[in-house]
C-alpha cells in the first residue's frame, strides 16, 4: 500500500501526487493528515482504493469516477458534487449539498448531512445513516436517495424522477412541492435490504415509505413552481431595522 503524507505537500499538489502514484502501478493508497484540505480527489478517475485517514473540505472527490473511496474524519460541502461511478464512503458526517448532481456510483455517508444531499442528482445511489437536513433530493432527476433518520422540511421538493427512501414517521409532513408520499414496494424492499447487508447498516427494507414526484391521473408530472416562504417582517428585525 502506498502511503502519501498531506502534512509534507501543498493542497493543490495533493492530487496530483496521488494520480502520480496511481501512474506507477498504486492500487491502494493510504493518505495522512490532510487536516480538511479541499478538492480532495477531485477527478480522480482510475480503479484505485484510498483511504483517507482524517477530515477534508469542500468538493471531495468531485468528478470521481471509478475509484473507491473511503474518509475516516468528516467532509466539506459538495462530498462527491457530479460523481459518475466508484463509491465514495464517509464514515462520519458531511456538510451541505453532498451528492450534488450526481450521475452514478455509491456515496454513503453513515453520519448526519446537512441541507440539499442530492440536489439536481441525475443517477446513482446516496444513502445517508443519520438525518438530512432541509430539501433533501431537491430537483432530482433520477437516482435514489436513502435516509435512515429524519428528514428535514421540503423533502423531494421539486423533484422530476427519482426516489428518497425514508423511515421519518412524521416525513408525510415535511413533503416539499410537487411529491407524494407513498408505499414501498415489495421489489423496493428488498432492494434496499441488499444495500443495508452489503455496507452494515442494522434497518429493513419494509420499515421504509417512499417519495416519489407527484404524477396526475393521466401519469403524467405536474410541476408547480418552487417558492421560498418570505418572512420579510422577520427578516427586517433580525437586520435591527
Not at 445513516?129 to 422540511?153: D, H, K, N
Not at 427494507?205 to 410541476?223: C, E, M, S, W
Request: glycine share 14%.
Amino acid at each position: 500500500m502506498e502511503h502519501i503524507d498531506a502534512a509534507l505537500i501543498a493542497n493543490k499538489d495533493l492530487n496530483p501526487t496521488v494520480w502520480s502514484a496511481i501512474e506507477k502501478g498504486a492500487e491502494e493508497i493510504f493518505i495522512s493528515n490532510v487536516h480538511s484540505m479541499h478538492y480532495v480527489l477531485a477527478g480522480t478517475d482510475q480503479p484505485v482504493k484510498v483511504t483517507v485517514e482524517d477530515s477534508t473540505g469542500m468538493y471531495t472527490c468531485s468528478y470521481l469516477e471509478n475509484a473507491e473511496v473511503r474518509i475516516k474524519g468528516n467532509v466539506g460541502w459538495y462530498a462527491g458534487d457530479n460523481m459518475v461511478s466508484g463509491k465514495l464512503i464517509v464514515e462520519k458526517n458531511t456538510g451541505c449539498n453532498v451528492g450534488a448532481y450526481i450521475v452514478g456510483g455509491d456515496l454513503v455517508v453513515y453520519g448526519s448531512t446537512g441541507t440539499r444531499v442530492g440536489y439536481g442528482m441525475k443517477g446513482g445511489r446516496i444513502v445517508i445513516g443519520g438525518s438530512a437536513e432541509r430539501w433533501a433530493g431537491q430537483m432530482a432527476m433520477g437516482g435514489e436517495l436513502i435516509v435512515l433518520g429524519t428528514l428535514g422540511p421540503g423533502a423531494g421538493e421539486s423533484m422530476y424522477q427519482g426516489k428518497i427512501f425514508t423511515r421519518d414517521p412524521e416525513a408525510e409532513s415535511k413533503l416539499g412541492g410537487n411529491v407524494a408520499y407513498s408505499d414501498i414496494t415489495d421489489e423496493e424492499a428488498a432492494e434496499l435490504d441488499t444495500v443495508f447487508a452489503e455496507y452494515g447498516f442494522e434497518a429493513q427494507g419494509k420499515q421504509f415509505h417512499v417519495i416519489r414526484p407527484f404524477l396526475d391521473a393521466a401519469g403524467k408530472h405536474t410541476y408547480t413552481l418552487f417558492r421560498p416562504i418570505l418572512e420579510p417582517e422577520k427578516a427586517a428585525k433580525r437586520r435591527g431595522k
